[in-house]
């Protein structure tokens, strides 16, 4: 399944085992596969999605009986989980196939809206950013994140300290116009947080806390002491995954 969600209200995708009373996306869609199919359901997923962060084009995958009518049961979720989420697509895949291992990419979207007043209707997908914001040395900024690099400097370390190298195949900013801007981001697999620590160094360097010349030195040091705070989560969307 193809999976859209506004992220806020959710407590992440992926139900929690010490917090099974939490609302999570992906505790929400397995109950309710559940209930349509009447078998117990195993949802694997592409992305881990934190509290608050969207996504429009998440992949999850599940084994479900031979006889399920897979558009009734599009339709009979879309029913019971719209609008906060929905199934955009549907369909079967090959036995080896699954959500998160066969991923080849992932690309996700950071919005920042940077005028003088907030927006009411952007207010729970987009940052906003008072201040103007220097496009440009955003955008210089992308480059020395480009390749294979360890993004200890940009990530919350995982409880076993493992590797946090990750290829980065594309980064860039856009400029949509009407004060709308755009991160996007794309890489094999992301570590914790990774995306919106680098937006909110990126967004340093539009305000001129930082240089754009300082990014290839932060990922060297591979430490986030004294680095500024990861943007906030509602900014961020997971927006395709390509397999």
Same mark, same amino acid.
């Given at each position: 399944?193809?999976?859209?969600?506004?992220?806020?209200? &959710?407590?992440? &995708? =992926? $139900?929690?085992?010490?917090?099974?009373?939490?609302?999570?996306v992906g505790g929400v869609m397995t109950e309710a596969?559940?209930?349509?199919?009447?078998?117990?359901?195993?949802? =694997?997923? =592409?992305?881990?999605?934190?509290?608050? $962060?969207?996504a429009w084009g998440q992949v999850v995958t599940f084994d479900a009986p031979a006889a399920a009518d897979l558009e009734a049961l599009t339709r009979s979720l879309n029913k019971m989980l719209g609008p906060a989420i929905a199934v955009r697509d549907v369909g079967t895949a090959a036995g080896d196939f699954h959500a998160r291992h066969s991923a080849i990419a992932r690309r996700y979207r950071y919005t920042v809206l940077n005028r003088p007043a907030p927006d009411p209707f952007l207010a729970r997908t987009a940052w906003w950013v008072e201040a103007p914001l220097d496009l440009?040395?955003?955008?210089?900024?992308?480059?020395?994140?480009?390749?294979?690099?360890?993004?200890?400097? &940009?990530?919350?370390?995982?409880?076993?300290?493992?590797?946090? $190298?990750?290829? $980065?195949?594309?980064?860039?900013?856009?400029?949509l116009g009407d004060g709308l801007l755009r991160f996007d981001i794309e890489a094999k697999a992301f570590c914790h947080q990774m995306v919106r620590s680098v937006v909110?160094?990126?967004?340093?360097?539009?305000?001129g806390r930082r240089r754009a010349g300082e990014l290839a030195g932060?990922?060297?040091?591979?430490?986030r002491e004294g680095l500024p705070s990861p943007a906030p989560a509602h900014g961020l969307c997971l927006w395709e995954v390509v397999y």
């Open positions: 399944m193809t999976v859209a969600y506004d992220g806020t209200g &959710f407590h992440g &995708f =992926a $139900v929690q085992a010490n917090r099974p009373d939490l609302r999570t596969i559940r209930t349509i199919v009447g078998a117990p359901v195993d949802l =694997a997923v =592409a992305g881990r999605t934190d509290r608050g $962060v969207h440009r040395s955003m955008q210089l900024a992308c480059d020395p994140l480009i390749g294979e690099h360890d993004y200890s400097s &940009f990530c919350r370390k995982p409880p076993d300290e493992g590797h946090l $190298v990750r290829r $980065v195949h594309d980064a860039r900013w856009l400029d909110g160094t990126l967004v340093a360097v539009g305000h932060i990922l060297r040091a591979r430490n």
